[in-house]
């Protein structure tokens, strides 16, 4: 492969056009830090070859990347949590092994380090996968690693919302592809159960739930129906009771969540508000006779006539 068929000359190049994007980002934004717009450019060029099968593509990023991919201004976080829907968990870590290697001719090189059992634990409630780590270079100079955790999907899910990410820095000459997200219903559903449920007999300790909750509730739309449905799956999977009372655990503390939400489109709200915004939302749902025509307004923070 000769040095023409690359969109940059060099690793050093890709590198300087990353940063470049990422201060003009930062003089838009000044709530996304420098640091972590170059950390999430690293893994756009990682997922990007996750998703370059398009639409025979079965992957599926959710967890804290996906909200990150829909609002750039959510929590920062240190890994991708993904699945391929339909697969076993080891044919998937195969797949995942040989989409990483792909050269999308922009000098990055991920090279499989290692995998781990995921343990089921509080911060931690995946059953079953693994913990996948992908060494990463940009030409010659070697970047922190790529961190993967790698689930096996459990029930139905509606279609992937494919879009392209919204947190992408604009690079140009650099292939890119569409994320296949897991839809916001789905993760809302997740994360209130996540809240309620024990582990090993212990109250959640991922206040960090709440806070995501919260900023779906005031950037997302979302019908109804489908979050109802969605909702009554997720408390079945993890034999839960619905409706779900959104009781949250006493040994969460305001200055816990307002450091977990600084610099997010909630970091205005106290933990008390960000409860009552979820639990509202939640409560009003169930009450209605009929939701199929309704949807979350995040403008109104209400139900409304679609």
């Known amino acids: 492969m000769t040095d023409d ?12 056009a990353i940063k470049s994007a990422a201060k003009a980002e930062h003089a838009h934004h000044p709530e996304r830090q420098v640091g972590d717009l170059i950390r ?30 829909r609002i750039p201004s959510t929590r920062r976080t240190l890994d991708a949590d993904l699945f391929s829907n339909g697969y076993d968990i080891q044919r998937s870590l195969d797949e995942l092994k040989n989409l990483a290697g792909i050269d999308l001719h922009d000098h990055f090189v991920f090279e499989f380090r290692s995998v781990t059992p995921i343990l089921q634990t509080d911060n931690q409630p995946y059953q079953d996968g693994y913990r996948v780590t992908f060494d990463t270079r940009l030409g010659v100079k070697l970047l ?47 994360k209130v159960c996540a809240v309620v449920q024990k582990i090993n007999g212990r109250d959640s300790s991922r206040i960090k739930d709440l806070v995501d909750l919260a900023i779906i509730a005031v950037t997302q739309r979302f019908e ?83």
Not at 40 to 64: N, P
Not at 237 to 247: M, S, V
């Open 144 to 190: 922190s690693p790529i961190h993967v955790d790698l689930v096996a999907h459990q029930g139905t899910m509606p279609r992937a919302d494919v879009m392209t990410p919204v947190n992408r820095l604009p690079i140009d000459r650099l292939a890119t592809y569409p994320y296949r997200l897991y839809p916001v219903i789905c993760q809302f559903a997740d």
């Open 40 to 69: 999430q450019a690293h893994y756009d060029r990682f997922l990007s070859r996750i998703f370059s099968e398009g639409e025979e593509s079965t992957w599926v990023l959710k967890g804290g990347s996906a909200m990150l991919a």
């Open 224 to 306: 109804a129906g489908a979050l109802e449905e969605s909702l009554r799956s997720e408390c079945g999977r993890r034999q839960l009771r619905y409706p779900i009372d959104l009781a949250i655990p006493k040994s969460w503390t305001p200055v816990q969540f307002r450091k977990t939400a600084q610099a997010t489109k909630v970091d205005n709200m106290t933990i008390g508000q960000a409860y009552a915004l979820v639990q509202g939302l939640l409560e009003d749902l169930y009450a209605r006779d009929t939701m199929t025509s309704l949807e979350w307004d995040p403008a109104s923070l209400s139900w409304a006539e679609r």
């Open 5 to 16: 068929t690359y969109a940059y000359s060099s690793g050093g190049a890709v590198e300087a």
